[in-house]
């Protein structure tokens, strides 16, 4: 596909946070893997990146109408260039969370059919 292409970009180093937006002329190659899942790519002679970002919640309910969250988030990102050094990022972040629910019959579980 050739043309005018929208992007979004979020890192999150250990210490801040950044996003941008841009607008970009060029080509993106598309092979289907299956009906309804579709691999993208560019010809970057420059280098290439790959993220992955991993993430495992529990979450458990307490007494009445409180809950307690455990939830884990692991990023990787493997960054080549013929410019720079290779680097590879692994940051880990451990979120604990309160609850409150306001009505006892909300969401699923709690739903009287």
């Known amino acids: 596909m050739f043309g005018v292409h929208g992007s979004y970009d979020f890192i999150s180093p250990q210490i801040f946070r950044l996003s941008s937006t841009a607008l970009s002329i060029g080509t993106t190659y598309q092979w289907w893997l299956a009906r309804e899942v579709a691999l993208q790519g560019s010809d970057d002679t420059r ?31 493997t960054a080549k260039s013929n410019v720079v050094p290779s680097r590879h990022q692994t940051v880990g972040t451990v979120s604990l969370t309160y609850t409150f629910l306001s009505d006892p019959h909300f969401g699923a579980v709690g739903a009287k059919l």
Request: a positive charge; glycine letters at 12%; one cysteine or more.
């Open 47 to 77: 280098g290439s990146e790959q993220i992955f970002r991993g993430n495992a919640a529990i979450v458990v309910c307490g007494c009445e109408r409180n809950a307690l969250g455990l939830q884990f988030v692991a990023p990787h990102r």
